[in-house]
Every structure is written in structure tokens, then in C-alpha cells.
């Protein structure tokens, strides 16, 4: 009976689309890390490939689907296809389209076990709820990243609480891949004075993430710190508005804006504060690749966000839209010593071990495959 070979349980990961964002780096490293000896990931985009579907497809058999904005019914049979040739054992669908067509298609081709993870809030209107609600009954369960999530779904009827599970997203720990060359080299290139205040953002360029109000917050800081430095990584719709801004309050010497990035570690260890301004967040994974990465870190009390941060004992919580709010706590870790810095960075670090960490989101999601 040892000789005895098991089969793997094929999973084919669904998603909306493939660029950097928080939901796409978690199913990133879901494939890269799942259990090669009991299953075989295969990744699939709704959209065209971006650069983490890019990324992927160079390790893993992967598909797009190439819709676009224009609604082409013809995607919906290209997934058909796919689904039915690869016969999955499992379909986990991430992300609003995903999860209403996954769960669709899947039921209707016996996919044994369907999965939706829910990683956000804000749908994006009330009749998506509805959508959500009414096929809820195709899909055999849900997970969401955060408690506030949970508590949004049951409230609503969109998910009965049996089917429900919180599995917070994990990240790799940063302090394991840092090379201080690298940092080195980055401030030359960047021409970054090592004196120089540094303030790191990392998302998608959205009215959503409230990068508008960090700027603002900026240009009331540089009275004070006229060297200061913001980076934001991350590209979107907003960037065009975001850099007219940045060129009316004159800070194009100040803000740095600097497209999609893969890696963005070296980024999180030269700076000295990480903010997350959102006006909504499911979540907040790039604030627990922060904290990874021992950084202090100021965010805005929506969403998920205060089940990571609790406000002067890990990190900082402010009032979401306030910039005034925002330039006063920036400036107030600016002016605190080392040891206080130590202390909430070291406690911070120390959350993220115990309920951030790649592993134990890697654990919690085998759990349920098998």
C-alpha cells in the first residue's frame, strides 16, 4: 500500500485580473507556495495578463481570458473550455467577476469543491450584493480577509454564517531577502540624502486609496522638513490627477511617483514611515509587507485596517480624508526617539508572526483544500 501514489488535486485560481494589487499578490503566493507534492495551481485571468499573471505563467500553466471593458460573451466560453478540459478538483475564485461567473460555470461543470474569497467591502453597488447573494447557493464557501468583512456579509444575507471563514492574508517575512547593497544602490538611484525623511505608499493610484490626501498632508510637512521624500509605488487612474496636484503645491522635487514595482522590499527598508491613506480597504496587505519589514506604519481607521493596527501600540491610526490629522502623526514619529520607535515597530513585528505570516495563511488555506 506505500507504493501507492495519490493523486494531486488540481486547483485552478480564478481572478478578475492580473496587475499588482493586493488580492493578486495573495494568489500569488498561494501558487508559488501551496504544496507542490499535493497539488497542481493553475492560474487563471478574467482580464489580459499583467505583471503578476505575467509572473506566474513563467513557473505555472496559465490562461487570460482577454476580456475587456467591451462585454465579448465569447471569454465566457473560453472559460468554459478551460474549466471543462482541465477537469479541477477545485475552483477558487478571487475578486467581484470571478467569483459571480466561477461559481456559475463551475456548478454547471461539476467542479467538486468551489471556493470565493472576498477581499474587499465595497462591491461596487448594491446590486452586486444581489448577484452574490442569489448564486451563493452554487458555491461551497467563502473567505474573507478580514472580520469586518464577515460581519458586512452575514448582516446583509449575502453568505449564512456556516459557510463563512476570516483568513487574514500573509506575506513573506522582508527582514529574510534584504541586501543593505541593494538599499544603498537604490538611494543613489532614486538621489535619496541619507538625512532625507522618507514616507513610502504602496497601492494602486485610485481615488479609493485617498493618495490625494497623503499629498496634501506632504505639502503641509515640508515647512517643517523641506528635504522630505514620498514614494508611491503603484500606478491607476488617478495618477494623472495625483501628479497635477503634487505640480500645484509644488512638490515635484518632493513626491517621486514611481509606476509598478515587484519588488518592493528594498523600498520598505529605506524608508522611515509606510502610510496607507485609503478611504476604504478590505484589508491592507501592503501594510503587513510593511510591518514584515519592520516599519512604522500610520493608515486610515477603515476596513480591515484596525484589525492589524491598533493605534499607538503597533502602529497609527488616523481619521480617513483628515490630511491635517495625517501631517500631525507623521511628524510626531518623525520627532519620537529610537526606543520609541523600537517598541512599536518590535510589536508590530511580533503580530505579524503570529497572525500575518505566509505560513500560517498557507496552513489555514491547505486546511480547507483538503
Known amino acids: 500500500m506505500n507504493g501507492i501514489i495519490k493523486k494531486k488535486k488540481k486547483i485552478i485560481f480564478l481572478i478578475t485580473g492580473s496587475g499588482v494589487g493586493g488580492a493578486e499578490i495573495v494568489v500569488k503566493n498561494l501558487i508559488f507556495n501551496i504544496d507542490q507534492d499535493k ?7 478574467i482580464r489580459p495578463l499583467g505583471i503578476i499573471g505575467e509572473e506566474i505563467g513563467k513557473n505555472f500553466k496559465t490562461f487570460s481570458l482577454m476580456a ?31 467569483n459571480f461567473l466561477g461559481r456559475i460555470i463551475g456548478k454547471i461543470l461539476g467542479v467538486p469543491f468551489i471556493i470565493s474569497t472576498v477581499h474587499s ?28 468583512i464577515e460581519e458586512d456579509l452575514i448582516k446583509r444575507k449575502i453568505v449564512p454564517i456556516s459557510k463563512i471563514k476570516i483568513i487574514y492574508n500573509g506575506v513573506e517575512d522582508g527582514g529574510d531577502f534584504i541586501n543593505k547593497l541593494d538599499i544603498d544602490t537604490l538611494k543613489k538611484e532614486l538621489k535619496i540624502n541619507n538625512k532625507y525623511p522618507i514616507i513610502l505608499s504602496v497601492g494602486r493610484l485610485m481615488p479609493v486609496k485617498g493618495h ?19 514614494l508611491l509605488i503603484g500606478d491607476g487612474s488617478e495618477r494623472m490627477n495625483l501628479e497635477a496636484e503634487s505640480t500645484k503645491l509644488g512638490l515635484n522635487n ?29 484589508f491592507g496587505l501592503a501594510i503587513v509587507e510593511a510591518i514584515s519589514n519592520k516599519l512604522l506604519v500610520v ?17 497609527f491610526i488616523v481619521n480617513p480624508e483628515d490630511y491635517i490629522m495625517l501631517s500631525k502623526k507623521i511628524d510626531h514619529i518623525l520627532e519620537m526617539n529610537n526606543h520609541e520607535k523600537e517598541k512599536i515597530i518590535d510589536t508590530a513585528y511580533n503580530d505579524f508572526k503570529n ?4 505560513k500560517r495563511m498557507l496552513n489555514q488555506y491547505n486546511s480547507l483544500y483538503n
Open 121 to 148: 467591502d465595497n462591491f461596487g453597488g448594491t446590486f452586486r450584493y444581489f448577484l452574490l447573494k442569489i448564486t451563493d447557493f452554487l458555491n461551497d464557501f467563502t473567505v474573507v480577509v478580514s472580520k469586518k
Open 212 to 230: 490625494i490626501y497623503l499629498i496634501r498632508a506632504i505639502s503641509l510637512l515640508i515647512k517643517k522638513y523641506p528635504d522630505l521624500r514620498l
Open 299 to 315: 493608515a486610515s481607521n477603515v476596513g480591515g485596517i484596525p484589525e492589524i493596527i491598533k493605534n499607538n501600540i503597533n502602529g
Open 355 to 358: 497572525n500575518f505570516s505566509l
Open 68 to 98: 475587456d471593458k467591451k462585454f465579448n460573451p465569447l471569454f465566457l466560453l473560453r472559460l468554459f473550455s478551460i474549466i471543462r478540459k482541465e477537469e479541477p478538483d477545485i475552483l477558487h475564485c478571487h475578486l467581484f467577476h470571478a
Open 254 to 282: 518632493n513626491i517621486l511617483f514611481l509606476g509598478e514595482i515587484i519588488k518592493t522590499e528594498p523600498y520598505y527598508r529605506l524608508a522611515d514611515i509606510f502610510v496607507l491613506p485609503s478611504i476604504n480597504e478590505g
Open 39 to 45: 497539488f497542481n495551481p493553475i492560474f487563471v485571468s
